[in-house]
């Protein structure tokens, strides 16, 4: 088994990956750095839409309710990487989708440029939030960055015997960014399944889905 988790942070990505069961951790300014495994998934949009609201964004959200919907946001459409400031490409898209774009979606760009460009096959989008929730039953109790919300997180990865990599002092790096690396990583050596099921690609042959664990218990994996 050859897989990564890969998160965005201030330094540029951080990717956790599990090759025959052993971890091991990489920080990159640019994801061209980052070897990563036949299966990879990756916080970050990669398909995008040309005129409405992507329907994975929705679905996503569906299975943080309640609570922790916030944590989606929705993706900016195609024609964002090509805006040059934010009023542009936020009117843009209330013309063409009826939705503003958020300002997180905004500073998010130059990762999905980055990410479109260096995609490869085996590449999928998930989110490490939907993964906690599809392997504990629910979603997170806690914000990710209390105390409660890293311990909440960190025993669930300890029961796959993931290292503490958020003791790292990497700088850059965030402790939840460690987390989500590890999340991801952790969910993509389990069955997946899709949302959409239909598994759609954009105009541009980007992926318009996100890879997630099959809702199982501890007791059929670990």
Not at 116 to 142: D, I, K, N, W
Not at 150 to 171: N, S
Request: aromatic fraction near 10%; charge should be neutral; include cysteine.
């Amino acid at each position: 088994m050859d897989v990564t988790g890969i998160d965005a942070a201030k330094a540029g990505w951080v990717a956790v990956s599990i090759r025959d069961g052993q971890f091991s951790w990489t920080v990159a300014s640019s994801l061209a750095d980052i070897r990563c495994g036949s299966v990879t998934y990756i916080d970050m949009p990669i398909g995008l839409e040309r005129q409405q609201r992507r329907v994975v964004d929705q679905l996503l959200r569906e299975e943080l309710k309640p609570g922790r919907t916030s944590s989606i946001f929705n993706a900016p459409l195609l024609a964002a990487l090509e805006q040059s400031d934010y009023q542009a490409a936020n009117d843009y898209s209330k013309q063409q989708a009826g939705l503003g774009l958020s300002k997180q979606a905004w500073y998010l760009l130059p990762k999905i440029r980055q990410v479109r460009a260096h995609y490869q096959p085996g590449m999928m989008e998930s989110h490490p939030e939907v993964c906690f929730a599809r392997l504990t039953g629910h979603p997170a109790r806690f914000n990710k960055r209390t105390i409660e919300g890293v311990a909440e997180r960190t025993e669930l990865l300890r029961r796959y015997d993931c290292p503490p990599y958020w003791e790292l002092k990497v700088p850059g790096v965030a402790t939840d960014d460690w987390i989500d690396a590890c999340l991801l990583a952790v969910a993509a050596t389990l069955p997946a399944t899709y949302l959409p099921k239909s598994c759609p690609y954009d105009a541009d042959g980007f992926p318009l889905y996100a890879a997630l664990p099959k809702k199982i218990t501890f007791t059929e994996t670990v």
